[in-house]
């Protein structure tokens, strides 16, 4: 891979958002018929049923084709507790590499005993195409990306910076919802802390975009922000929050906070680079639900 990101262009951003998850799957690009990255995709997962569909998958992959791009890359930006990842299943039609950020392997170690899977489930990464180092360059044409890590909410979470916008997970929200939560398995609030700030010593007119929003009564749904925006607004890390007073919210916070709906399902998918779990001999894949460990 090369060496030196560039980050003078600003690339083309096209967000998806799927009310049924809150999530935003995106698509950054040079226009047309140049290469793209997708970022968080999202697989249709009905809990009462257990059925997947690919409605929302689908949506991208026109995207994709109404605009000739070459899909290069499917990233993650960590292993979701709130979506599935349609991960695979994009690749299969679209082509690309699956990446996320190296610290997978802490997430899978965990999980792995969390939902005591099969022996053979590995915990080196190696379900995804490619796991990415701090620092390291996404080569997309004549965009070219960086891999910053901003572990805290989970301690694999990394935000991708092509030109002037950067993915940032669930690191941030939209400045009137604040941060991600920091009570999963591995999550730190001083941690989530050190990576906010890493974010927001960007240059101000950085646009960030954020993988949800859960817009408060009577706001639009939005998942665009600015580093200035942030700083000035958001309401858990604005500039006059020092660490130890936003470590105590975010825990006192954390505190009262439910599961995510699909966390136990996602979770168990997601550590596997969006593969759902070996089917048994019955020709069925099962997800496991564990009693009182979370």
């Not at 930006?77 to 695979?88: E, G, I, R, Y």
């Not at 990446?99 to 939902?115: C, E, P």
């Not at 408060?216 to 000035?232: I, N």
Request: with cysteine; net charge negative; glycine share 8%.
């Amino acid at each position: 891979m090369s060496t030196a990101p560039a980050h003078s262009t600003a690339p083309q951003v096209h967000g998806m958002f799927d009310p049924a998850t809150w999530t935003v799957t995106y698509i950054v690009h040079n226009g047309p018929g140049s290469e793209a990255a997708i970022i968080d995709s999202v697989l249709d997962y009905d809990p009462k049923s257990g059925r997947t569909q690919h409605a929302s998958a689908n949506k991208v992959i026109d995207y994709v084709r109404a605009n000739h791009l070459q899909v290069q890359w499917i990233l993650e930006t960590h292993a979701h507790a709130d979506h599935l990842s349609a991960a695979p299943y994009l690749r299969a039609q679209l082509g690309g590499q699956i990446g996320i950020g190296g610290n997978i392997t802490t997430v899978q170690k965990v999980f792995k005993g969390v939902f005591n899977l099969e022996p053979g489930f590995k915990q080196d990464g190696s379900q995804f195409d490619h796991l990415f180092k701090e620092g390291e360059v996404i080569p997309l044409g004549e965009l070219s990306g960086e891999v910053l890590f901003v572990p805290g909410h989970t301690p694999a979470c990394a935000a991708y910076r092509f030109g002037d916008a950067v993915f940032v997970g669930d690191t941030l929200f939209m400045p009137d919802v604040g941060t991600a939560r920091c009570d999963f398995p591995g999550g730190d609030a001083r941690t989530l802390y050190a990576s906010t700030r890493k974010l927001l010593s960007l240059p101000p007119q950085t646009r960030l975009f954020m993988c949800h929003d859960y817009p408060p009564t009577g706001r639009a749904v939005a998942f665009e922000s600015t580093v200035a925006e942030q700083r000035a607004r958001n309401i858990h890390v604005h500039d006059c929050v020092s660490e130890d007073a936003f470590v105590a919210m975010r825990t006192k916070r954390d505190a009262t906070l439910e599961m995510p709906t699909l966390i136990l399902p996602s979770v168990q998918v997601n550590i596997r680079a969006g593969e759902l779990p070996p089917k048994e001999d019955n020709g069925v894949a099962y997800l496991k639900i564990p009693l009182n460990a979370l």
